[in-house]
């Protein structure tokens, strides 16, 4: 490239630099962050680390901690220097990071530790951080990163790479330590000073700045019904013996997969005829409240929990949240301009309410149905029920005190589905469960709504918005929580999926995100032959064929 002049454009600037400049060498061009340093960038339509450079005319845009993507390398570098500090604090000790949490990362060190200890790594952590040591990216072929690994000890990653059809792969290096990490990083420890530690037995929350909430590392909020779900998923994971990605390539490979599919099924049925029989501990409960994030299985969920209801001698109708919506004319418009369904007053509170109320003291109601096409009400079915047939109310908002303030407390159950994976990729790359509920989102709009993939990550933006506004507050509402994540289910989505973000055109705002999901799904053996999947399953209510109608 020589002294080859090219024009890089930052917050709308012109700039003439040498070709091969490096990211981090322009970043004092760029209007200074409000969220500290900045950790990544866009260059022109690519995702880039700082220590890469610019080797063309191009535009460029600095991303800080409070987007996403920065978010992600400021989290990934981070768990790294955990990582790091663990493993010269215990030597020989496996280290796990096993999940998100709320304002941070779960981790497990595979040794008995105490609180002094966890102040110690904390110190070791920011040791390292103030050395602001590089980390350093080195390409090795696939045989020189298995022989690297083989040797510390690291088999998670043999076997990880082992079904990787790539040749070459990129290892990050710090304080000696070689690792292989999905994603970008940051360049150095020194970008990475805000952080704290706090005990979780039998692990560790590695707690940072969020990009999408205030950081208040003393202000840590303990999630104690969550945290149950992830170690009953953990507790499942070891009666499948399936923790991370190779064990269900494994099965996949060796044809073992039909039973492993039928356990995970028989665990959610079981999990579901126990919260059937809580939900008729007390007659009094008479209101049975199911919420959840988008693509979390609720639809499913209610039709097999009606089911074991009335197993158990009970009569459950069911009335859905979503005919309740305002005429499309009265629904609240989102920043876009567009009708914001994720808002609750997009709901008729009032009415929804009046009928409710109606049905428990036993009068007749004519309910209302919403058709999506007209944007607004028809007649919909004339009800009546008995004292022993609870409702079933099933939306997004359904743990939300103020969808139902006419109703009693103490007349509702309230049950929060999600879909939390405990399946990584290995000992240091967790899977996003919000990965999972995106690429299910994926499958089903293709299948049932006509929607490409570029529509469908066009829409997840405004529906993680409103999720978080409107959902995530409540789940501690929740009486109980399901857990909808199937083990097995990426081998069987991976062949849908992958179509839908391959279509993806290399100019579209979301290619990055596609290529990010397509890195990811290439990971799994595909499951050709789905006919284990029971047609009860949760999964079939994204790849079809459910007995349950919708």
């Given amino acids: ?56 005319s191009c535009s460029v845009r600095f991303i800080d901690i409070k987007e996403k993507e920065g978010n992600l390398m400021y989290a990934r570098s981070l768990c790294f220097v955990f990582i790091r500090a663990a493993r010269g604090l215990f030597p020989g000790v ?73 040749d070459y792969f990129n290892l990050y290096e710090n304080g000696g330590i070689a690792d292989y990490f999905y994603g970008l990083m940051v360049p150095s420890t020194g970008y990475l000073k805000q952080f704290r530690l706090f005990s979780s037995y039998p692990g560790v929350i590695i707690y940072y700045p969020r990009y999408d909430r205030d950081y208040a590392p003393d202000k840590f909020r303990r999630e104690p019904k969550l945290s149950a779900v992830f170690r009953e998923a953990k507790r499942w994971a070891r009666i499948l013996n399936c923790e991370n990605v190779c064990d269900l390539n494994d099965l996949v490979d060796s044809g073992g997969i039909s039973d492993f599919i039928r356990v995970n099924e028989a665990l959610h049925e079981k999990k579901i005829i126990e919260i059937a029989e809580n939900c008729c501990k007390d007659e009094g409960k008479r209101l049975i409240l199911i919420a959840g994030p988008s ?3 609720k ?22 949240v979503d005919n309740y919506y305002k005429c499309r004319a009265d ?25 409710l109320l109606g049905l428990l ?19 919909g079915r004339t009800l009546r029920i008995e004292p022993d047939q609870p409702i079933i109310v099933e ?91 199937l083990v097995y289910e990426f081998a069987v989505l991976k062949k849908y999926a992958l179509p839908l973000i391959n279509a993806v055109d290399a100019q579209s705002p ?32 994204f790849i079809g064929s459910s007995c349950f109608i919708y």
């Avoid at 012109?14 to 990544?40: I, Q």
């Avoid at 009606?306 to 001698?313: D, F, K, S």
């Avoid at 876009?336 to 009415?351: F, M, R, S």
């Fill in 1 to 56: 490239m020589g002294n080859e002049k090219i024009t890089v454009t930052i917050d709308g600037k012109d700039f003439e630099t040498e070709a091969g400049t490096r990211l981090d060498a322009l970043v004092k061009r760029a209007a200074p962050s409000d969220n500290g340093p900045y950790l990544g960038a866009w260059v022109d339509n690519t995702l880039t680390e700082l220590t890469g450079q610019v080797t063309r």
């Fill in 94 to 166: 496996r280290v796990t990071i096993e999940h998100s949490v709320n304002g941070g990362v779960y981790a497990e060190i595979h040794a008995p530790t105490k609180q002094r200890d966890i102040a110690a790594l904390e110190a070791k952590m920011r040791q390292i951080v103030e050395e602001d040591s590089a980390f350093v990216r080195r390409t090795v072929t696939r045989e020189e990163a298995m022989a690297l690994f083989e040797k510390d000890g690291q088999m998670d990653k043999v076997r990880l790479l082992s079904y990787r059809p790539f």
């Fill in 295 to 297: 693509s979390s299985g």
């Fill in 299 to 320: 639809t499913t969920f209610a039709q097999r929990l009606t089911i074991h209801l009335r197993v158990l001698g009970k009569r459950p109708v069911s009335v859905s």
């Fill in 331 to 355: 629904i609240p418009a989102d920043e876009d301009g567009k009708p914001d369904l994720e808002h609750l007053k997009a709901i008729d509170v009032e009415q929804l309410n009046e009928q």
């Fill in 361 to 379: 003291q036993g009068e007749e109601v004519a309910m209302q149905r919403y058709d999506f096409a007209l944007g607004r009400h028809v007649p």
């Fill in 395 to 485: 939306g997004i908002h359904g743990l939300n005190p103020d969808l139902t303030p006419l109703l009693p407390d103490d007349m509702k159950f309230r049950i929060y589905v999600t879909a939390l994976t405990q399946l990584n990729l290995d000992d240091h790359n967790r899977i996003s469960s919000t990965d999972c509920r995106l690429i299910r989102r994926l499958v089903r709009d293709s299948k049932f709504r006509s929607s490409s993939g570029e529509n469908t990550l066009d829409m997840w933006k405004s529906v993680k918005k409103g999720e978080k506004r409107f959902i995530f507050p409540f789940h501690r509402e929740a009486d109980m929580i399901f857990n909808s994540m």
């Fill in 510 to 541: 979301y290619f990055n995100e596609a290529a990010r999901l397509r890195k990811f799904l290439n990971y799994f053996i595909s499951l050709k032959d789905e006919s284990d999947v029971p047609t009860t399953s949760i999964l079939r209510e």
